[in-house]
């Protein structure tokens, strides 16, 4: 059997612009007037679509608001040429307040959407909000905006129907176009980073809000102009085109036609529109209950949607290869401040629950502290008030010498903090050369034009990566690693950002034998050879003898003992605590 060879991205491009030059151009000659006017109005409707699911397909991001700006920019359209005639000044006017106008309004719902400490979920309902807003504002417009009949009738562009054909077609596919090749850049990784784990993002130093802003500013201008293509070429706009029910549409579109699939989207939103076209007038409540039962049921059993499923078979000829990845590594910057971590009067209280209680400690590079203690004791918290400026409830924390104040995650990482979960917390759908390539965004600013060819690693990541054999895996995908390989990810992953401090939550959970013996290794040599100051959250207390230097015992919140493991192995206080922890569990028992 002969072996498909893999086809590089750029080849696929080139095909891909082939076959959308082919339908662009060969549309007038063969669908009749009917088929075109519902096509035009289909393209402007894909463009939305595809904003759509680089918003929620690509980023995770669920919104039901792009249809507010679609309809932004139709307003655009018709307002201006309805007002004040139409002439390329009032066209070009028109079209700079839809861009602008969008890109404003986007500004102001991604800020308020994605200001520190907004969850996902508030997100989607602001963008549930907005286009109900939308849609009064409209209907409330009075003669402006024509109130619930929306503006006719107005002089647009003097195009024949085959020009707006080509102009439609060839927008979408341009669009469409770039699109995809973008998310096949390093940027594209970056937005499914933000979908698969938007917390891990974040202690990778990645301001994720700065990131979801700027793509729906991107996404809501892009929307706008479709609207304004749209507007311009119906001569009819009406509220529902700025309504929850259209925004609705274009999820349901994107999610039958293929979620994360640039593709799936347009696809998805071309054929629905058509078999609307002429099932709507002959079935009209059918159809859309037709489309609500196709969408539940994609929903649930094929959440990739048709067109990935319909292109399966067909995948190893289309398939693109990821670049070969250099590991290299990176120029060692001499440190401004050596590695310490310094806490004084740390409190942490849950309401009335005081979980932590003026916590003073030091510590420095080159010290391996395995901080111990019972269950509910705190450590993880104190981990968290360690790597988040905005969790502890009183106290100072400093960092390499500077104080974190209420600094967002990734601004702890700037300071030199890398921290590690205790369940493995990678990207399930990046591999390995994607994962840590994310870690260095701070040095090597994302692509949105190609892939990097080259991964600069600071030398004590690269140990570990070779160490635990993840460099011969660069092309894996996080997923598919064992449990153990995927502790060893996200160790690297951390390592990769050239940490100072490094604060690791059961680094063993879940590890074998020889996988604890391993990273025992690796940590030791991470304090010992390369001098930085590690703090590991440990129950296995062999393990912390074998590699710690110093042992801290929590207790309720306070800091019982700071000794060598001698010292804390003798101590009778610690021998009760832990007693007292079984007893504890025997009453449970
Ligand atoms: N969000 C929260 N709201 C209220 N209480 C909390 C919250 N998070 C943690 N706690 C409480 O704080 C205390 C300390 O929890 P923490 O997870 O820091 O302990 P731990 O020492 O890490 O425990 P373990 O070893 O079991 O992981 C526990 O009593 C826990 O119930």
Redesign the pocket.
């Known amino acids: 059997m002969t072996k498909t060879k893999p086809k590089s991205h750029a080849h696929n491009l080139l095909l891909l612009a082939a076959i959308c030059l082919l339908l662009t151009l060969s549309g007038p000659y063969l669908f009749d007037t009917y088929l075109l006017n519902v096509l035009i109005k289909g393209c402007f409707f894909a463009m939305a679509a595809i904003t759509v699911d680089l918003l929620w397909g690509y980023s995770g991001y669920l919104t039901f608001g792009q249809s507010a700006f679609f309809g932004l920019g139709a307003y655009a359209a018709a307002l201006g040429f309805s007002h004040f005639g139409f002439s390329p000044l009032s066209a070009l006017l028109s079209f700079a307040a839809a861009l602008f106008g969008a890109a404003l309004l986007a500004l102001l719902v991604g800020w308020l959407s994605f200001y520190r400490g907004a969850s996902p979920f508030f997100a989607t309902v602001i963008s549930l909000v907005l286009p109900i807003v939308a849609a009064q504002a409209m209907l409330s417009g009075g003669t402006v905006t024509g109130s619930s009949s929306g503006l006719s009738g107005f002089d647009s562009f003097d195009l024949s129907l085959e020009a707006w054909y080509v102009l439609a077609a060839g927008g979408l596919s341009l669009l469409a176009l770039l699109a995809w090749w973008m998310m096949q850049s390093d940027g594209g990784r970056v937005l499914l980073a933000l979908r698969d784990n938007e917390e891990r993002c974040a202690y990778l130093g990645i301001n994720t809000a700065y990131f979801r802003i700027g793509l729906l500013m991107v996404c809501g201008t892009l929307a706008a102009l479709a609207g304004f293509g749209y507007g311009a070429f119906s001569g009819v706009v009406a509220p529902e085109l700025c309504g929850f029910v259209f925004g609705t549409e274009l999820i349901i579109w994107v999610a039958l036609g293929g979620r994360a699939s640039v593709w799936g989207a347009v696809i998805g939103a071309l054929v629905i529109n058509w078999v609307s076209s002429y099932l709507s007038s002959s079935l009209p409540f059918i159809w859309q209950l037709l489309l609500g039962l196709a969408f539940i049921l994609v929903i649930l059993w094929l959440p990739g949607g048709l067109l990935p499923l319909l292109l399966r078979p067909f995948q190893r000829f289309w398939q693109g290869t990821a670049p070969v990845v250099q590991l290299t590594p990176a120029v060692q910057t001499t440190e401004a401040h050596p590695a310490s971590v310094q806490l004084s009067g740390v409190t942490k209280q ?2 009335s ?1 005081k ?1 932590l209680e003026g916590i003073d400690f030091a510590a420095k590079g080159g010290e391996l502290v395995g901080l111990i ?12 008030c360690l790597a988040d400026g905005a969790e502890r409830s009183a106290g100072q924390v400093l960092l390499c010498g500077q104080s974190i104040g209420r600094r967002a995650p990734n601004d702890c990482v700037r300071l030199g903090l890398g921290r590690k979960f ?1 369940n493995a917390n990678v990207f399930p759908s990046l591999s390995v050369a994607e994962s840590l390539q994310l870690s260095r965004l701070r040095h090597q600013r994302p692509r949105w034009w190609g892939r990097a060819r080259q991964l600069d690693l600071p030398d004590y990541a690269l140990a570990v990566l070779k160490q635990t054999g993840l460099d011969q895996q660069l092309t894996a995908i996080a997923s598919d690693l064992s449990h153990g390989q995927q502790q060893a990810l996200e160790l690297c992953m951390v390592l990769a950002l050239a940490p100072r401090i490094v604060l690791l ?2 680094p063993t959970a879940g590890l074998s034998k020889a996988e604890r013996s391993q990273i025992g290794k690796v940590l030791a040599q991470l304090a010992h050879d390369y001098g930085l100051c590690c703090l590991l ?1 440990e ?1 296995d207390l062999d393990f912390v003898a074998e590699i710690a230097t110093r042992i801290v015992v ?1 207790h309720q ?1 306070r800091i019982v003992m700071d000794g060598s493991f001698a010292e804390v192995a003798s101590s009778e206080l610690v021998k009760r605590i832990y007693a007292g922890m079984q007893q504890e569990g025997h009453a449970d028992d």
């Open positions: 849950f309401g629950l979980v203690g019972p269950n509910g004791a705190g450590k993880t918290t104190l981990m968290r205790q939550d059961e959250v129950h929590l919140g």
